[in-house]
Every structure is written in structure tokens, then in C-alpha cells.
């Protein structure tokens, strides 16, 4: 059972480069988020989406994008990569009106834009 | 002052003592509340969530909230050295169909053998 799958699991980039890191869940969620965690600073949200063919932003939003592709399928972007990206960031689903609300979290991308 | 405030530690107990973790909110309209325990490296994983006043327990884990206080904690009984890792409170709140779930920075617990 795979639950949540993010890849890639590390990444570096340099200033200035893109990339998309990849998220899919198999549980059959309505509810997909991505979750970046800085230390002291917790797990902050970046971008969600309540469903499929919707996203609206989260918490800290800027500098990044993202795809709701399918139900299973929510991918971020970011278009030009700063150092302060620098993160491991997390994708995680939930069933919201059902069971306990629980988030399940993919393993994280680890991402050092130098 | 943060939605969800937690103190980042590290709490320090004995092995086969009781761990007490705690946490508060700022949001009134929190409907539900959970613990998440996170090994270094590792991601969230939750141990147990609450959403009534009182205490819940599940094995050698106590939750309890106090929404008057705007409290909540994690009480781990015989602690062992297994236990040692960073716990996250988080705090729910649906918002039209979407979970609006905030997190603490975490508490991190180091339970010597």
C-alpha cells in the first residue's frame, strides 16, 4: 500500500532553475496539500487543494505553483529558484468529511537551491 | 502571536517516566486537534487526535483538551527510548470542504535510557 509518493526525494538546484516535484496519493483523497518545514518554523502550507480542479494558496505561496492534474496527482513548481526555498518540503491528502481528518504525509523532498 | 504555540524543547525525561507535552491555540472555531510524532528525517505520522473536552486514551498515550483553555496536551506513560522525536501539534479547522490544519513548530523529546 503505497499511500502518499513524492519524488524526487533530494534535489539541488542552483539559483535561478526550475523544477516540479511530483506527488500522488492512492487512497482515493478529495484533499491534497504541499507542506514545506524549516527549522523553528514548523510545518507551514504552501499551496492546497480541496478537491480536484482546485488550488488556492496557503500560508507562504510565493515563488511557487501548482498543478491539480488528476485526483490522484498534485505537483509543485517552483520557476525560479531561490536559496531561500531551501526546504524539505512535504505533499500529504486527506478525506475531509470522513474518518478523523487525518493528514497523510508523503516521505519528503529534500531541496538545497545553492 | 503564533496560531499554534508549542515549546521547542527539548523536553528530557527518564526512561519509564512520563513525558508531558503541551500546546496551545488561538483559533476559537478549532473543531479537531492532533499529535503527530516525526522521527529526524522522517515524515509526520499521527498518534492521536482529539476533538471532545477531556482525555483519550490509547495505550500508553493520554490526549486531553481543555477548549475553554484553549489547551491541549500529550501525556506518554512509561517512556521508552523509542519515544524520542519531535511531536507536532496540530489544530483543525474545516473551511468549505477544506482542512484548514495549522501546525506547532513541535516539542522535542529525548527520553534517556
Known amino acids: 500500500n503505497a499511500g502518499v509518493t513524492q519524488t524526487p526525494k533530494f534535489q539541488v538546484l542552483k539559483t535561478g532553475q526550475s523544477m516540479t516535484l511530483q506527488c500522488a496519493q492512492d487512497m482515493n483523497h478529495n484533499s491534497m496539500y504541499w507542506y514545506r518545514q524549516d527549522p523553528g518554523m514548523g510545518l507551514r502550507l504552501i499551496y492546497y487543494?480541496?478537491?480536484?480542479?482546485?488550488?488556492d494558496k496557503g500560508e507562504v505561496p510565493n515563488g511557487y505553483n501548482v498543478s491539480r492534474l488528476n485526483k490522484r496527482e498534485f505537483s509543485l513548481r517552483l520557476e525560479s529558484a531561490a536559496p531561500s526555498q531551501t526546504s524539505v518540503y512535504f505533499c500529504?491528502?486527506?478525506?475531509?468529511?470522513?474518518?478523523?481528518?487525518?493528514?497523510?504525509f508523503g516521505e519528503g523532498s529534500r531541496l538545497t537551491v545553492l | 502571536q503564533k496560531e499554534v504555540e508549542q515549546n521547542s524543547g527539548p523536553l528530557s525525561v527518564p526512561e519509564g517516566a512520563i513525558a508531558s507535552l503541551n500546546c496551545t491555540y488561538s483559533d476559537r472555531g478549532s473543531q479537531s486537534f492532533f499529535w503527530y510524532r516525526q522521527y529526524s528525517g522522517k515524515s509526520p505520522e499521527l498518534i492521536m487526535f482529539i476533538y471532545s473536552n477531556g482525555d483519550k486514551e490509547d495505550g500508553r498515550f493520554t490526549a486531553q483538551l481543555n477548549k475553554a483553555s484553549q489547551y491541549v496536551s500529550l501525556l506518554i506513560r512509561d517512556s521508552q527510548p523509542s519515544d524520542s522525536a519531535t511531536y507536532l501539534c496540530a489544530v483543525n479547522r474545516n473551511s468549505g470542504g477544506y482542512q484548514k490544519v495549522t501546525f506547532g513548530i513541535g516539542t522535542k523529546l529525548q527520553v534517556i535510557p
Open positions: 487543494s480541496a478537491s480536484e480542479g482546485t488550488t
Open positions: 500529504a491528502s486527506s478525506e475531509v468529511g470522513r474518518g478523523t481528518g487525518e493528514l497523510f
